[in-house]
């Protein structure tokens, strides 16, 4: 099973940008699709944006569309999602996922540990 551990999160100023990476270890990265999920305090996980495994196909939920971008370097067995625009309702704990392309939570079998993204308004 792959294990997937994330950084990039942090603090930042609402409208401002951030640049989550996600690397994989101990599968075959590219047979996996790839997605970010987030969680807020006291609510429930939800999904942010999805990959296939060669990177040609993209989801995006509808409150990041055209916010944020998801991308994949196989060669470097990482994903990414690079986060513009950060309002405050951005605020959770983001996570990487890898399993089966979906918007659905109960498609990925590996999770990462998550990272915190604090946007002040």
């Known amino acids: 099973q792959v294990q997937l551990v994330e950084s990039g999160g942090g603090l930042v100023q609402a409208g401002g940008s951030l640049r989550l990476s996600c690397a994989a270890s101990?599968?075959?990265?590219?047979?996996?699709?790839m997605g970010w999920f987030r969680q807020a305090p006291g609510q429930e996980r939800e999904f942010v944006a999805a990959?296939?495994?060669?990177?040609?196909?993209?989801f995006y939920a509808d409150s990041v569309k055209g916010r944020f971008t998801i991308s994949r370097d196989n060669t470097k067995n990482t994903v990414y999602l690079q986060m513009s625009s950060l309002k405050s309702e951005d605020t959770a704990v983001y996570y990487c996922?890898?399993?089966?392309?979906?918007?659905?939570?109960?498609?990925?079998?590996?999770w990462g540990q998550g990272t915190q993204v604090t946007v002040s308004s």
């Open positions: 101990g599968g075959t990265f590219s047979s996996y699709g």
């Open positions: 996922a890898a399993g089966r392309l979906s918007t659905s939570v109960g498609s990925y079998t590996s």
């Open positions: 990959i296939s495994g060669r990177g040609g196909s993209t």
